[in-house]
């Protein structure tokens, strides 16, 4: 079902359909994540109370309890729920008596999680399926994230700048700056007529406020593709002295957009250095001069590159792992 899927959203909503009908969940959380800072992105969730979004994001963030960031592979809350904090507060009100938590990691970075909402406790048999699973849908997920580059025209983005969303601890908004709307529907289209919900806005805050709490030092930052082939970072902080957080939505720089590239490509160390220096505009003999190999090797490195990246020449890779038109 992944291969040569380009829509997340849509892959993700037809393997939930499927993964159904083997293990019994009520409600879910499928979240992709920046796979450095593991913040999330791009949400898919169908929770009890649509309302309390903001709300389900700020506790998910500040239960240590099976975070995706400390998680093997997956687990369940089992009788260990009580020590939950979206639990206590934003699951069992609604009946739900155990979570199954999957992240979605390999070697190249973490590319998101799913919380499967029960209204019974998980079997061993279910578990283990998840924990078969997890590799799959890992593989699937970078896939698709690889797949959203694409060579960017420089006006791909808002014209407008960089724009702020101001926000209280409780994720409420506070303020916004004049475009903002217009980026938010860039990041998470939704029904036409509807205000967009900054999903993205509120998973960047309740990291932040994780840090505050201790509970996670991953940066308070991720990045995300939009349709176009634009990517976009999102960034939070704390305003002094009236203490709302501040998230800031821009252009990704071309260092951080070649970041995301050649983890999502599944490059080797050495593809990810040649990529690197052929970015600063060197040739083949500069290359090989910094790398200390032959032009035979680089030549062989960047052969493999062009066949993990699906491009043809130099100034392709450098299009789509920049951004650059």
Same mark, same amino acid.
């Given at each position: 079902m992944a291969r040569g899927a380009d829509d997340s959203r849509s892959l993700r909503a037809e393997l939930l359909a499927q993964l159904r009908r083997m293990v019994p969940f009520d409600w879910y959380a499928w979240v992709l994540t920046d796979p450095t800072t593991c913040v999330g992105v791009d949400p898919l969730a169908d929770i009890p109370d649509p309302g309390a979004i903001a709300s389900t994001i700020r506790l998910k963030y500040l239960t240590d309890l099976n975070r995706w960031t400390s998680l093997d592979t997956c687990a369940a809350l089992g009788r260990g729920a009580e020590r939950s904090l979206l639990w @206590?507060?934003?699951?069992?009100p609604h009946g739900v008596v155990d979570v199954a938590s999957v992240v979605l990691r390999d070697r190249h970075g973490c590319w998101g999680f799913l919380d499967l909402w029960s209204s019974r406790p998980y079997a061993v048999a279910d578990m283990a399926l998840l924990r078969d699973l997890a590799?799959?849908?890992t593989v699937a997920m970078r896939n698709v994230r690889a797949r959203s580059f694409r060579a960017s025209p420089p006006d791909s983005v808002s014209?407008?700048?960089?724009v702020v969303l101001l926000l209280d601890d409780d994720l409420s908004i506070r303020g916004r700056a004049k475009g903002s709307d217009e980026w938010l529907r860039l990041l998470l289209p939704g029904p036409k007529g509807v205000p967009p919900i900054p999903a993205c806005a509120f998973n960047v805050a309740a990291q932040m406020l994780a840090r505050e709490a201790g509970v996670d030092d991953h940066p308070a930052m991720a990045r995300m593709p939009l349709p176009s082939g634009a990517w976009v970072t999102? @960034?939070?902080?704390?305003l002094e002295p009236d203490g709302s957080?501040?998230?800031?939505i821009e252009e990704t720089g071309p260092t951080d957009r070649l970041d995301v590239f050649v983890r999502s490509h599944a490059l080797s160390p050495r593809e990810v250095e040649l990529v690197e220096v052929l970015a600063t505009g060197a040739d083949t003999a500069a290359a090989s001069a910094r790398l200390h190999l032959s032009a035979h090797t680089v030549q062989d490195h960047l052969k493999s590159v062009f066949a993990k990246t699906n491009v043809r020449s130099r100034r392709e890779l450098l299009a789509r792992a920049m951004g650059q038109g």
């Open positions: @206590r507060e934003g699951q069992h590799g799959p849908l014209s407008s700048g960089p999102l @960034r939070a902080s704390r957080i501040a998230v800031t």
